[in-house]
């Protein structure tokens, strides 16, 4: 049985359209009709409109949750969050600063990595992209993971301390390398994404002043095909660039 709150996809058979909808709603309306919410849903069971079309009760995944939060900056997307999430070794627990919070697609993937214990505490100098952020961060059901915190970074720093991953997505993440390098814990993880190479050079400079170790910078790409067993081939267009990602760990 599906919590009661939780995020759930409607999936339409007839047209593969999905619904996000929360597990507290009576009834929600689509362009087939309107679904009653019942109290004994269970992930992959089939429902009805009151005009007969069917839909499939789904649970979201985080890739579904990110692309359809709405974005009032550029998101990080799928792609690179993954690899993320993975470089900075988050398990449940464990506790994460960021600096630029932006939409919140990256904030909610850390806190789903941290998650249930672990805490996200989450930097943004504009409050309004804060509390858009955080509309965000309640459809997706992690707001009891995140700290969001509505603070200028370059100019007060972080207020934690022996933290197990810092990530930096804003213009001058250089500028905040020993801030990070004095919050994280020894073996703790540096990730950074920076959209231009001169940006990744800056910070390769000022990142050789402290005992960082495992540096690596990266980038990530991938191409879709399209579904037709005959002619298999790459979709016509892919997202191509969208950041270089840098990563280091603090060492003693």
């Known amino acids: 049985m599906i919590k009661k709150g939780s995020l759930l996809i409607l999936y339409s058979t007839s047209d593969g359209k999905k619904f996000f909808v929360k597990n507290e709603e009576t009834s929600f309306s689509t362009h087939l009709g309107i679904v009653n919410i019942t109290d004994n849903l269970e992930y992959g069971v089939s429902i009805k409109t009151h005009t007969g079309n069917s839909f499939i009760v789904l649970r979201p995944t985080l ?30 627990g464990d506790t994460v600063v960021e600096a630029g919070t932006g939409s919140g697609a990256l904030t909610i993937s850390l806190a ?3 998650s249930p214990s672990g ?20 459809l997706s059901g992690f707001q009891d993971n995140v700290v969001l ?19 930096l997505d804003l213009k001058e993440p250089e500028t905040l390398i ?8 020894t073996g703790g993880m540096l990730g950074i994404l920076v959209p231009t190479t ?55």
């Open 63 to 92: 890739d579904e949750i990110i692309m359809k939060i709405k974005r009032h900056t550029q998101i990080l997307y799928p792609k690179d969050i993954g690899y993320i999430l993975l470089k900075l070794g988050l398990r449940d």
């Open 149 to 167: 915190k509505n603070s200028d970074v370059y100019e007060n720093g972080f207020d934690e301390n022996s933290v197990d991953a810092v990530f």
């Open 119 to 138: 805490k996200v505490f989450s930097y943004e100098k504009r409050k309004d992209f804060l509390e858009k952020a955080y509309k965000n961060i309640l």
């Open 198 to 252: 001169n940006q990744v050079s800056s910070v390769l400079k000022r990142i050789q002043d402290f005992n960082f170790n495992d540096i690596e910078v990266s980038e990530i790409m991938i191409r879709k095909y399209k579904l037709v067993p005959e002619r298999l081939r790459p979709e016509d267009t892919m997202v191509g660039h969208t950041g270089y990602l840098l990563f280091a760990r603090k060492m003693i």
């Open 112 to 114: 789903y990595a941290v």
């Open 178 to 185: 020993e801030k990070s390098y004095n919050v994280l814990k």
